[in-house]
């Protein structure tokens, strides 16, 4: 089973009379727990040490929160 990508793109209506220089492309991360739904049983766990630097102690929940320009 392939995971789903969390980037998702949406490309604006760009309208001729808009005054200011038009973005084309603007992209947006969706948290991963949208495409589990449920929690199924024995899922890998990171050691709780690593947990607690993540924030999740399930690897199928981790999303690094990565800067976007």
């Known amino acids: 089973m392939s995971k789903?990508?969390?980037e998702k793109v949406w490309f604006p209506y760009i309208s001729p009379f808009d005054p200011c220089p038009p973005m084309t492309v603007k992209k947006f991360?969706?948290?991963p727990n949208l495409?589990?739904?449920f929690q199924p049983a024995n899922l890998p766990q990171?050691?709780?040490h690593e947990a607690?630097?993540?924030g999740t102690l399930w690897p199928a929940l981790y999303s690094p929160?990565?800067?976007?320009?």
Do not use: V
Not at 65 to 69: A, L, S, T, W
């Open 4 to 6: 789903p990508s969390n």
């Open 29 to 31: 991360i969706t948290p």
């Open 35 to 37: 495409y589990i739904q």
């Open 46 to 48: 990171f050691p709780p």
């Open 52 to 54: 607690l630097k993540l």
């Open 65 to 69: 929160y990565e800067r976007q320009p």
